[in-house]
């Protein structure tokens, strides 16, 4: 049976997933250069795919035209223009399957993503936790093309994605001796995210030690976090709101590293082929959503038996009466730079 050469993949959200298809399709692509994706997510999310020579980016709008199911029917009309052999479900949510329900109607071959559901409650429950690596989710995104008959292997390595430096952002970049930290200090719940005093020792360390720091991710009460934090230490610059998510990587790319929670930040260094320190509070690295080409060395955690609570860090997780995140201090963190120095 011949393999599919034109299939559509559908992941809308989150931030940090849509980069990890990303990343795959990057490396599927390199593999099969001759097959033709077509990418459906937000429109926000399409830098993510820049420079993937044999994909199209087709935008979902789900607030307006592809709203409900009728919308969703108007997308697959759109879609299926493009002639797909197949369509592959990174989603596996409720509009994704509508569509897949849609273009298996139509006979298009369809396979969806394995999220390990039962996996994964295993392993945040309270009692009998089954603490153990899960597969990452990289692979498990991966595994979707294997089961419509691609053979490929993930390299799990990173590499150097090097953009010019967005003109604007000069000023950033102008002493060449100073090296370049990203800093991620937020994500969508608030148990992923270490104390901002915690966070501002860290900064006020590096920006006395030799580094320049930019601060990355977040609205406005984040930015202006993020500008106080510029206005009492030197060598500190803040991004938020000031750049496109096109610029944004650009900036990444650049970077000599890069520090976030268990965030989008991550999957965003990733992409760019930026080593990265992760920070994990309620969550846990064994839930799958390791940054791609990182290393587990890399991710800075206290272990505790009620580690994890939640897969996306939505549920608090009180270790010996303290919250998970707040196990971590700065000088972990330091230490850890000053190790890879």
């Known amino acids: 049976m011949s393999l599919p050469q034109r299939i ?25 250069p001759d097959v033709e994706i077509i990418m459906v997510s937000r429109p926000f999310f399409s830098p993510f795919f820049d420079g993937i020579k044999n994909l199209r980016f087709h935008a979902i709008e789900p607030k307006t035209i592809h709203k409900g199911f009728w919308g969703l029917f108007r997308l697959k009309k759109e879609l299926a223009q493009y002639g797909p052999d197949a369509v592959a479900d990174l989603h596996f949510n409720l509009r994704s399957r509508v569509l897949d329900l849609l273009f298996s109607l139509s006979g298009v071959k369809v396979k969806q993503l394995d999220k390990g559901r039962e996996e994964k409650k295993a392993l945040i429950r309270k009692k009998n936790k089954i603490k153990v690596p899960l597969r990452l989710t990289v692979e498990r ?30 000023s950033m970049f102008a002493n060449f001796d100073r090296k370049k930290i990203g800093i991620a200090a937020f994500a969508q719940h608030r148990y992923k995210i270490l104390s901002l005093v915690k966070m501002g020792q860290i900064i006020d360390y590096l920006a006395h ?125 330091i230490e850890r730079i000053n190790g890879i120095r």
């Open 209 to 333: 030690h030799g580094y320049d720091v930019l601060l990355f991710g977040g609205g406005q009460e984040e930015f202006q976090i993020a500008q106080n934090w510029t206005e009492s230490f030197p060598n500190t610059h803040n991004t938020i709101g000031k750049f496109t998510l096109r610029e944004e990587l650009d900036l990444i790319s650049n970077l000599d590293l890069m520090i976030s929670m268990d965030s989008s930040g991550l999957h965003m260094a990733s992409l760019m082929g930026v080593r990265c320190l992760s920070l994990w509070g309620a969550t846990h690295p064994y839930a799958g959503f390791t940054g791609y080409g990182q290393q587990l060395a890399d991710c800075i955690q206290v272990e505790h038996p009620n580690r994890p609570s939640s897969v996306y860090g939505n549920k608090s997780c009180i270790c010996d009466g303290v919250e998970a995140i707040d196990l971590i201090t700065p000088e972990m963190v």
């Open 141 to 170: 995104y991966a595994d979707v093309f294997r089961t419509l008959g691609f053979k490929f292997e993930l390299s799990h390595k990173l590499v150097a994605n090097l953009q010019d430096v967005p003109k604007v952002a000069f």
């Open 8 to 32: 559509i993949v559908t992941r809308f959200s989150a931030m940090g997933d849509v980069a990890m298809v990303a990343s795959v399709l990057k490396e599927f692509c390199i593999h099969y």
